[in-house]
């Protein structure tokens, strides 16, 4: 399985940047898709998730409201649309898949069983 992250980058506070993420090497089933994140001299983090076969959309508190995941079943692609970003956003976000789906550890990155490259992004004031 390889996944592939893009879309990072440099933006201001209360800018937007769209994340995605290309999975390819493997059918989803009943997967969960989702990104984490993680700041300098931090643990990484959860950010949100997506099951695969329902569309079932999970989110940290921090980002709920302001982030929104989706997927493109067709394209085997999940999106991470970002807005009102802030300074605390700043991190390398990674896409992530948890192919035995328990939703009381779909937050937990140890559940995650295949890894992105991580993508830079950067909140300017």
């Known amino acids: 399985v390889q996944l592939q992250a893009s879309g990072g980058g440099l933006v201001q506070v209360g800018g937007s940047l769209r994340l995605s993420c290309a999975a390819s090497g493997r059918t989803f089933g009943n997967d969960a898709m989702g990104w984490f994140r993680q700041a300098p001299g931090r643990e990484r983090e959860f950010v949100a998730t997506i099951r695969w076969s329902t569309g079932a959309t999970y989110y940290a508190d921090t980002v709920k409201g302001r982030f929104a995941i989706s997927r493109d079943k067709a394209k085997t692609t999940v999106h991470l649309q970002m807005n009102s970003l802030n300074a605390e956003d700043t991190a390398v976000y990674y896409c992530?898949?948890?192919?035995?789906?328990?939703?009381?550890?779909?937050?937990?990155?140890?559940?995650?069983?295949?890894w992105g490259q991580g993508t830079q992004v950067t909140v300017s004031s």
């Open positions: 992530a898949i948890n192919r035995n789906v328990i939703t009381s550890t779909l937050r937990s990155p140890n559940q995650y069983d295949y």
